[in-house]
């Protein structure tokens, strides 16, 4: 992913009102991420651990959707498996994520995220899901990115259409 500034992720947003993007949390540390290594950027909102946002690249264009992480289950010891990039997580490491469809009939889409939204970097191995995180496949990295966007791109035509 390109390296993109705080006006254009305010701007890039498709499923907030304007008083809504001027107040999310953009994150403060968007000069040192790791652009080359990410898919799409993903952050928690640091006042509120249930909302969420997603930008990426989508229909040629920048786009953010804002999401909302369902409150975890106490005691949820299970695997659980992220939807963009099938990286697997015990406890509260996959978390439900909605998010508000754009054409305003009130209706939600909802999918299983790594509720930390650092998919690209578990990809890479950059960051460590822990003992069977990654599930062994024959694909090649580019092959993985590859799916991870097209579910990506998946999502956010189930949140625009």
């Known amino acids: ?36 290594d990410l898919d799409f950027l ?19 264009r920048l786009a953010g959707v804002a999401l909302r992480r369902a409150t ?11 939807s963009l990039c099938l ?14 469809r754009t054409r305003g009939d009130g209706n939600s889409v909802g999918a299983y995220i790594c509720t930390d939204l650092a998919c690209s970097l578990y990809l890479r191995g950059k960051k460590d899901a822990g003992l069977g995180g990654l599930i062994h496949e024959s694909l090649t990295l580019e092959e993985k990115i590859s799916r991870t966007a097209v579910n990506v791109t998946e999502f ?6």
Not at 87 to 100: E, K, N, P, Q
């Open 1 to 36: 992913m390109r390296k993109i500034s705080e006006s254009e992720i305010r701007g890039s947003f498709v499923n907030c009102t304007k008083g809504e993007v001027k107040r999310l949390a953009v994150p403060r540390d968007l000069a040192t991420r790791p652009w080359d």
């Open 42 to 60: 993903g952050w928690q909102d640091p006042a509120s651990p249930h909302r969420a946002y997603l930008v990426a690249e989508h229909g040629g």
């Open 72 to 82: 975890p289950h106490a005691g949820h010891a299970r695997r659980s498996m992220c």
């Open 87 to 100: 990286t697997t997580h015990t406890g509260d490491g996959v978390s439900l994520m909605t998010a508000r």
């Open 156 to 161: 956010f035509q189930k949140v625009t259409s």
